[in-house]
C-alpha cells in the first residue's frame, strides 16, 4: 500500500530544501480527488498536501517524487499564497493553473520524469510553445497572446493537484488541477487564518532557502 510518508522520506533524502517545506503541510489521503494536490482547509487552518492512494499507487517510484515534487514547487513559488497571477489572468483561475504547471513541469529538473498527463512546453495543448524554465507570469502572458488558448486535456487528468476545495483536479473543471485556495467564500476572520497560516508557510520557504544556501543541513 503506499506510503508517502515513506515516499517524502526518501524524496528529502535528495531534495533538502524540500524538508522544512514538508513540514509546514499537513498530509491527507483521499478518494474524493483523482490525483494530488494542494489546498487550504479552512478548517484545519492549515496547508495540505491532499493525494489519492490508489493513483500514487499506479505510478513507478520516479513518478511518484515527481508528483511529490510538482505538489511542493507550487509551495515554493508561491502559487497557492502569494502569486496566483491574478493580476494576469484575472478570475480565469484554469488560466493561471496551466501557466503555473508549465513553470514548475519545464524546470530543469522536471522535464525527464515528466508525466504523460501532464502540461509540458512543446507538448498538446501547448506544443507550440517553446519556451522552458520560464515564469509562471511568463507562460501567463504567453498564453493570453496565444490563440486560440489551450483547453484542458480530455483524459480526465491535467496535472497532479487539487483545488482549495475538495473535488479533484480542476475543482470545477475536472480535467485540471488548482492550487491553495484564494480566500472567496471566507468570512473575514477565516480569511484572516488563512493569510497568516500562509504566512507562516512563507517563512519555511524562506527558511529553506536560507539554510540551503549556507549549506546548512535541514
Request: net charge negative.
Amino acid at each position: 500500500m503506499f506510503d508517502l510518508n515513506r515516499e517524502i522520506t526518501n524524496l528529502l533524502r535528495n531534495e533538502p530544501f524540500f524538508a522544512r517545506v514538508s513540514l509546514r503541510l499537513d498530509k491527507v489521503s483521499s478518494e474524493d480527488i483523482p490525483t494530488a494536490g494542494v489546498r487550504y482547509n479552512k478548517d484545519m487552518r492549515r496547508f495540505e498536501l491532499i493525494y489519492n492512494p490508489k493513483f500514487m499507487e499506479g505510478l513507478t517510484e520516479n513518478q511518484r517524487r515527481w508528483v511529490i515534487k510538482h505538489e511542493f514547487y507550487h509551495i515554493a513559488f508561491g502559487h497557492c499564497t502569494s502569486r496566483t497571477l491574478k493580476g494576469i489572468v484575472g478570475e480565469n483561475r484554469k488560466l493561471a493553473n496551466i501557466a503555473m504547471d508549465l513553470a514548475i513541469n519545464s524546470l530543469r529538473d522536471m522535464r525527464h520524469d515528466c508525466l504523460d498527463i501532464a502540461l509540458l512546453p512543446g507538448r498538446a495543448p501547448v506544443e507550440n510553445c517553446r519556451k522552458f524554465s520560464m515564469s509562471a507570469e511568463w507562460y501567463a502572458n504567453y498564453l493570453i497572446d496565444s490563440n486560440p488558448q489551450p483547453s484542458e486535456p480530455e483524459d480526465g487528468e491535467g496535472q497532479p493537484g487539487g483545488e482549495g476545495q475538495p473535488g479533484g483536479p480542476g475543482g470545477d473543471n475536472a480535467g485540471h488541477d488548482t492550487h491553495g485556495f484564494d480566500g472567496e467564500d471566507l468570512t473575514e476572520e477565516e480569511r484572516e487564518e488563512m493569510d497568516f497560516a500562509a504566512g507562516k508557510l512563507q517563512e519555511a520557504v524562506n527558511k529553506a532557502i536560507q539554510e540551503c544556501d549556507q549549506g546548512t543541513d535541514v
